[in-house]
C-alpha cells in the first residue's frame, strides 16, 4: 500500500562565531540555536524513540558547527546563557508584579524561567553537554542519518581553484570521521549551490581565474570523496536533461545518444518525486552522485511564514522582545499586524493547532505521492529540506511539529520516513541526467553570493587563494619545519573561514551587514599577515616574540579543525 517516503531533511549550520562577540551577533546565534532548536529537537527523537517510533530524518551538521558544539569553552558559554535567561526571567516576574501587571504576565515570565531550567538539564545531564555526542547516538541506534556539509559553508561553485573545493569536502569527510566515527554518505552542499563541468570563469576580472577553462563538476568531486547524494532545488530538476541510464547485468552505462538505449522503463518526468544520477557529460566514469530534490510547493507550506503553519495566530511571535530581558511574550496574532497589536502568548493553546497543522501536511503528502505512484507506477521520493533553525528559532513551536508529524506517520499506511541512504539504497536509481548550475537562493542562480553588494569578497577570496598556492608553490610544504607547518596551517584555516558563504548572504540580506564585513576583513587581515610571516619563515628570517604571541593569538582565537592537513589543498 505504501506509495513513497518522506524524506525530512534538516541543514544545521552556523559560522565560526566563537571569541567573536555575543549579542546581537556572535556567539548568541550559537547558544540561541542549542536551547531553542538542537535539543527540544533530541528531546523528540529520543521521545519518539522511547515510543518504539524510528523518526528517520536526516541531519546535516557543518563541520564549522560541530567544531563550535564540541570546543571546551562551548560549555561554560551555555550554561552561562541559561543562567542569565533564568535571571532574565525571574526579573521580569518581580517587575510585572511590582508594575501591577496582569497575572498571566506573571505566569509567562515564570513559565520562561522553568523552560530555560529544563534546557539546562537537558543539556547537562540528558545529553552529558555534548549534543554532537548525543546525534552520534541516534545515529548509531539507526534513528535518523547524519550528512556532512562544505567544511566552512564555502559556496562551491564559485570558488576559484579545484583544490578549494576540495579542500572544503576533504576537511568535511575527515571532521565527519573524527565526531561520527564512520565516513558520510550525503553532503549538504552549502545553499544547494551545483555547477556542472564546463569551460568556466570568474565573474569578476582577477587572473588566472577569469581566464577560460574546464573545471569539473560538484558530483565529480563528490564521487572522489565516496559521498553518495546531495540536494538541490526543484528547478534545478525542472531544467534538467537526460545523459543515459545505467545496466544492471552486467552493470554498464548506455547514452541517450546510442542506438542500444531503450527510454523504458525511464519515464523521464523531470519530477522532484524521483531519484536521479548526476553527471556533468555522458563521461560518467568521471564521477556521479544522487540527487534529492526539494518539493517546492509542499516544502512551502511549513517554509512560508505568511501562508505557512508558523503564521498560526497562537504560535510565538518571532520578533516582539521584552525591553531588558529579550523574552517573547506575545503571539503571532496576525503576520501582518504592528507589532503594538500583538497579543499574549498562551503556550496551552497550540496543541490543538499543531496537531491540525500535522494531520492535513500528512494528508497533502499522501496525496502527492498517492497520485504520483497511481500515475506512474514508481516509488515517491518526497523530500523536503529546511534549515534546522525554522525549528524552534523561527518557529519556537516547530520540534512539536515534528513530533506530531513523524507520529501520524507512524499509522500512515501509504507514506513513511526514511533517512536519505535508506531510500537511497531501495531506489537504486539507474538513470543518469545533467544538471544547470544553481542554488535554492533567490532567482536559483548565484544573485545572493554574487552581486553588487559584495562581489568584492570574491575579489579578496581569489587574490588570497592566488598567493597561498604561490607560496606553496615556492616553498614546498614536505619541507617545511613544525613552524613553518603551524603558521601554513593557520592560514589555511583564515582562507577557509573567508570561504564561508555566510558573508555574502548576511551582506546580501543586510541582517548583520556589519558584522559579516567586520568578519570578513578580520580573516582577510589575519590572512594576508600569517602569509607574510609564513614567507619570512622560509626564508630563514627568524620571527620576533610579539610575531609568536600573534600567532599563537590567533591559533587560539580560530581554533578550528586540529586535525587539518596542508596536504588536503593539494588537487
Not at 547558544?31 to 527540544?40: G, L
Not at 569551460?199 to 568531486?221: C, D
Not at 498562551?346 to 493547532?353: N, T
Not at 579543525?561 to 588536503?568: A, K, N, Y
Request: glycine residues 4%.
Amino acid at each position: 500500500m505504501q506509495s513513497g517516503s518522506f524524506v525530512l531533511i534538516l541543514h544545521t549550520h552556523l559560522p565560526w562565531v566563537l571569541h567573536h562577540g555575543n549579542w546581537p551577533h556572535g556567539v548568541d546565534w550559537l547558544t540561541e540555536a542549542v536551547a531553542e532548536c538542537y535539543i527540544p529537537l533530541l528531546n523528540v527523537f529520543n521521545d519518539l524513540l522511547n515510543e518504539n517510533i524510528y523518526p528517520k530524518v536526516t541531519i546535516d551538521i557543518s563541520p564549522v558547527l560541530c567544531e563550535q558544539l564540541e570546543h571546551k569553552d562551548f560549555d561554560k558559554i551555555f550554561e552561562d546563557y541559561c543562567l542569565e535567561k533564568i535571571k532574565a526571567a525571574r526579573k521580569d516576574a518581580e517587575d510585572f508584579k511590582k508594575w501591577g501587571w496582569d497575572t498571566h504576565s506573571i505566569y509567562l515570565a515564570n513559565w520562561w524561567a522553568q523552560w530555560y531550567e529544563a534546557r539546562l538539564d537537558d543539556y547537562k545531564n540528558k545529553y552529558g553537554k555534548t549534543v554532537i555526542g548525543a546525534l552520534k547516538k541516534l545515529q548509531d541506534e539507526g534513528a535518523i542519518e547524519i550528512m556532512t556539509c562544505g567544511a566552512t559553508h564555502g559556496y562551491l561553485p564559485l570558488l576559484g581553484f579545484d583544490r578549494s573545493i576540495n579542500l572544503q569536502i576533504e576537511a568535511a569527510v575527515n571532521n565527519y570521521k573524527k565526531h561520527f566515527g564512520r565516513e558520510p554518505r550525503g553532503i549538504w552542499l552549502p545553499e544547494c549551490a551545483y555547477r556542472p563541468s564546463y569551460e568556466w570563469k570568474s565573474y569578476v576580472p582577477v587572473a588566472p581565474f577569469n581566464q577560460q577553462h574546464l573545471r569539473p563538476g560538484i558530483e565529480q568531486f563528490l564521487s572522489r570523496h565516496n559521498i553518495k547524494y546531495f540536494v538541490i532545488d526543484q528547478k534545478l530538476i525542472e531544467n534538467s536533461y537526460p545523459i543515459g541510464k545505467f545496466q544492471a547485468n552486467p552493470e554498464h552505462f548506455i547514452p541517450v545518444q546510442s542506438p542500444a538505449f531503450i527510454p523504458e522503463p525511464w519515464n523521464f518526468d523531470k519530477s522532484p518525486l524521483r531519484l536521479y544520477e548526476v553527471s556533468s557529460s555522458e563521461k560518467v566514469e568521471y564521477g556521479t552522485a544522487v540527487c534529492f530534490t526539494r518539493h517546492r510547493d509542499i516544502a512551502m507550506q511549513v517554509w512560508s511564514g505568511e501562508v505557512g503553519y508558523p503564521g498560526e495566530p497562537d504560535y510565538l511571535d518571532f520578533h516582539k522582545r521584552h525591553l531588558g530581558s529579550m523574552l517573547r511574550y506575545w503571539r503571532v496574532t496576525d503576520v501582518k499586524a504592528d507589532m503594538q497589536y500583538k497579543a499574549q502568548y498562551h503556550p496551552d493553546w497550540v496543541w490543538k493547532k499543531l496537531d491540525l497543522q500535522a494531520n492535513h501536511f500528512i494528508h497533502n503528502m499522501e496525496n502527492t505521492t498517492n497520485y504520483y505512484y497511481n500515475k506512474t507506477g514508481k516509488f515517491a521520493t518526497l523530500c523536503v529540506p529546511f534549515d534546522t533553525e525554522l525549528f524552534g528559532h523561527w518557529w519556537f513551536e516547530g520540534p512539536e511539529f515534528i513530533r506530531y508529524v513523524l507520529r501520524g506517520l507512524n499509522h500512515s499506511p501509504w507514506l513513511k520516513p526514511a533517512t536519505a541512504s535508506e531510500q537511497l539504497f531501495k531506489i537504486q536509481p539507474k538513470e543518469v541526467i545533467g544538471l544547470p548550475e544553481g542554488s535554492w537562493g533567490v532567482n536559483n542562480n548565484h544573485d545572493v553570493w554574487s552581486n553588487s553588494e559584495n562581489v568584492w569578497t570574491w575579489q579578496n577570496i581569489y587574490d588570497n587563494e592566488l598567493r597561498l598556492k604561490n607560496i606553496f608553490d615556492k616553498y614546498p610544504i614536505s619541507n617545511y619545519s613544525p613552524l613553518q607547518k603551524r603558521i601554513g596551517l593557520q592560514a589555511l584555516r583564515e582562507l577557509m573561514l573567508l570561504h564561508s558563504s555566510d558573508w555574502q548572504f548576511l551582506i546580501y540580506t543586510k541582517s548583520a551587514k556589519d558584522y559579516a564585513e567586520s568578519r570578513f576583513f578580520f580573516h582577510n587581515s589575519d590572512f594576508n599577515r600569517l602569509c607574510d610571516l609564513l614567507e619570512r619563515a622560509c626564508e630563514h628570517t627568524e620571527l620576533s616574540s610579539e610575531e609568536i604571541n600573534y600567532l599563537e593569538e590567533v591559533e587560539k582565537r580560530n581554533s578550528i579543525f586540529p586535525e587539518l592537513e596542508l596536504e588536503w589543498w593539494n588537487w
